[in-house]
């Protein structure tokens, strides 16, 4: 993983610079204020030694962005950046293993910048770990994005933030308008139904959504977009919509954004509120599945987003290949529970029971993996798996074979 040279810099150093407290070595002489750029609003990020830029060096768990925050100069923690969330928040647990007090005026560091806040809400998402199979620590939401300009490389796996009152886009991508409606940022895009269909409308995003493109059961009930779900019609189980959902899946001919079209994505047809997705207008919710196709930059404060396709744009979208839905439980997120079997796929046939938890696979013990790694093998088509399961006080061993269920 990358990182910037501002994110070796001492947290005591970095914010006596931001601050207005350079150490001798590092003074610099002041720019008066007629020859520099406008005073900063109230809690506007800060950069260190005067600069206009930071890369963040950001960890990707099942496309999601997590990124290094330091508070009140503690150990580091790792926050999610959710477009869903209108505040900055912090588990329960983590605050009061730093020290992290209500009503309590701080600064969120990240590497080369600071964000000061009037407060922190205290706020758990024991669903949000479950499903990513990483223990969550916090949220950096809309009162983040709207301070800066962020530019997430999901080929690259980096990030990168920016002074919006200096910054201009320079690259290959398109802009589009963007709109935040109840909290979310709203984009349109154009999706290609299996029939050939084309629906051209507006989409919430959600970078803290596994899945790649949902589509509410209630916009295409209005439009006919998908067929009544049958016995032709492909389910699953998606753990990470509101208290589990079943689904049905589609494969789109296209799904476009920024005149980018994609082919053969996945679009799940859900009734899930997620994100506002039962507001009458809004078509569906993107995720990090799709994102992860594009280098995008969120600019809140221009009230404009840019997609580049990646070197990801191409990759055929795989859907799980076994029939079993799994998240992660337990003190450590170790402990992988299978929390939904769909009737006639390889976990079915296998005797595979909802409940059952995942010891091994392979002889590899299920200590030793990770969430997304156990899904990734489930993606593979055509592959034999030996499953140490537990079912109550007892384990036993069954092989199931991956095919392709879409």
Partial sequence: MRRSVLACIGFSAFAAVLWGEAPQDQKTKPVPQSEG???PAKNAARFAFGGNAAEVPA??????VHVPVTINESKPSLFVLDTTQAEASIDPARA?????QPDQALGLALPGV???FDSLPVRARPELASEIGRSYEGTLGGDFLSRVVVEIDYARQTMRVFDPRVYKYAGKGVGLPLSVVAGVPVIRAKLVNPRGKQFEADYALDTTLVAGVLV????????????PPGKKVKRAYDPQLTGGEDV?????????IARWP???????LSRSKRAGMDQAKLAGVIGAAFLRRFNIVFDYPHQKIFFEPNTHFGDYDEEDKSGMAVVAKGPNLKTFEIVHVVPGTPAAQAGIHTGDIIEGINNEAAADMTLASVRDLFRQVG????IVIERGEQSKTVTIETRRLL
């Fill in 383 to 386: 592959y034999k798996y030996q």
């Fill in 262 to 268: 994609a082919a053969d994505i996945i679009a799940e």
């Fill in 248 to 256: 049905a899946l589609f494969r789109l001919r296209q799904f476009e």
């Fill in 59 to 64: 960890t990707f768990i099942e496309d999601i």
């Fill in 114 to 116: 600071i964000f000061p």
């Fill in 216 to 227: 509410s059961q209630r916009f295409s009930d209005a439009h006919r977009v998908f067929p």
């Fill in 37 to 39: 750029p406008p005073a």
């Fill in 96 to 100: 009061k293993e730093i020290g992290v």
